[in-house]
């Protein structure tokens, strides 16, 4: 019985107090909702990204945005950090075709429309797709296909959405484990999903994938945990637990620290890919699917590593 008295005292309280100040118990509850959201705090990607050309000795970019045929961008919007990597189909180039041009071309056009809030941040598929039919209507003349692999920070929910179509990939890992992990999607080996950009005439005689064919997940990531995304010259030369390895000297917040993990791993993936006597992830997949391979993988490496922060975007990251 006293129990009742009480709680019926501190409703008639709240009740006395919300009519005395003139406000009602639902514009209370929406007033306390609309505060608990104003405190929360935003997470947005540190990031950092470092990568070799396989025709290359050093850490040498074609342009702004890609090592050898692959491609990659860094975003930001107030309401999502994106960051997405491609890579090139080498094939191409026997038609005398620069298989590098599409993936760049795929990913610029990703950056402009985050830029632009032309996005959902729960849809980094939709993004893809979006960047594909805009980059299908350019008359730059760009021909080829392409990998792709888009992860999306929502900086309110902080959760973490991706979209993964062919054999690019991703890690998110906490405490030293994958919390979460891309699957590729071959054809048949050596043979990846891919997207592909022809003239009208050709469309149908190539091999092409559509974006909506993506695999997509969704992770919900706390701050410090750490985001992999890279093109398959990572993963046909190093297996995961080797880059767990070097995942663990990063530093939370610490840009430095971003950036000199990702240099070590894209050298060690670019070292290993030019041994000839390395059991390579590559050599044992092949062996596998019943094709006899020694050595490492040469290829384009393209590595991007980022950290989940709380904060206002800026504050301890300098502009993408």
């Not at 705090?41 to 702004?64: C, E, I, M, P, Y």
């Not at 909506?212 to 995304?229: T, Y």
Request: glycine share 8%.
């Amino acid at each position: 019985m006293i129990q009742s008295m009480l709680g019926y005292g501190r409703s008639l309280a709240r009740a006395l107090i919300a009519t005395s100040t003139g406000t009602s118990t639902s514009e209370s509850q929406t007033f306390s909702t609309q505060l608990h959201k104003a405190n929360q705090q935003h997470v947005h990607l540190l990031s950092a990204v470092a990568g070799f050309s396989k025709q290359l000795d050093k850490s040498t970019q074609k342009s702004n945005w890609s090592f050898g045929e692959d491609a990659y961008f860094l975003a930001h919007h107030r309401k999502a950090s994106v960051i997405g990597v491609a890579d090139g189909v080498g094939g191409w180039r026997e038609y005398g075709i620069d298989p590098s041009l599409v993936p760049q071309t795929i990913m610029s056009l990703c950056a402009r429309l985050v830029e632009r809030g032309k996005f959902s941040p729960a849809c980094p598929d939709e993004l893809l797709e979006n960047s594909y039919e805009e980059a299908l209507l350019l008359k730059n003349e760009a021909m080829g296909s392409t990998t792709a692999c888009i992860i999306s920070l929502d900086t309110e929910a902080s959760k973490l959405y991706t979209a993964n179509l062919g054999d690019s990939g991703y890690m998110v890992v906490r405490n030293g484990r994958i919390l979460a992990r891309s699957q590729e999607q071959q054809h048949y080996f050596n043979s990846p999903f891919q997207l592909t950009l022809v003239p009208p005439a050709y469309r149908g005689r190539v091999l092409s994938d559509s974006p909506s064919q993506a695999v997509k997940q969704s992770v919900s990531v706390l701050e410090g945990d750490i985001i992999l995304v890279a093109t398959d010259g990572l993963f046909d030369n190093m297996t995961d637990s080797m880059i767990l390895q070097h995942l663990t000297a990063v530093k939370h917040r610490q840009k430095d620290s971003i950036q000199s993990t990702a240099n070590m791993i894209a050298r060690e993936a670019r070292d290993l890919s030019n041994d000839p006597a390395y059991d390579s992830p590559f050599a044992k997949a092949a062996a596998s699917n019943g094709y006899h391979m020694q050595g490492g993988k040469p290829d384009d490496i393209t590595v991007l590593i980022a950290t989940v922060n709380s904060g206002e975007f800026g504050e301890f990251s300098s502009p993408l």
